[in-house]
């Protein structure tokens, strides 16, 4: 058995996670610590929490934290949500990255 980091789903993430970065510093400033910080933290915690799931020695255990992290997949997608609304972002971009959040969760 490989490493959290040979998994598709924290491969899938960490992509998500940097598309994230990379979209959050077009922000205003205004932004910086209600969407700009929620939208990171939440897109950080899907990778950690399959890395954390992965690292566990129960299923049960594990599967808490894969349910945490499609939890955090979602929460995602409602921050873009945020963002398309106020602007921040256009409807493409929101696409793709609500298809990049869907594809952490499957």
Not at 36 to 46: A, F, G, L
Not at 63 to 81: C, Q, V
Request: proline share 1%; aromatic share 10%; glycine share 8%.
């Amino acid at each position: 058995m490989g490493g959290f980091t040979d998994l598709e789903a924290w491969k899938k993430s960490r992509s998500l996670r940097n598309a994230i970065s990379k979209l959050s510093k077009r922000f205003p400033q205004e932004e910086f610590y209600r969407l700009k910080d929620q939208i990171i933290r939440s897109s950080r915690s899907i990778g950690n929490n399959i890395a954390e799931g992965h690292g566990r020695f129960h299923y049960d255990d594990s599967k808490k934290f894969f349910i945490n992290a499609r939890g955090s997949a979602s929460e995602t997608i409602d921050h873009l949500i945020i963002a398309l609304d106020e602007g921040h972002i256009d409807e493409g971009t929101f696409a793709h990255l609500k298809t990049e959040c869907e594809d952490c969760m499957s």
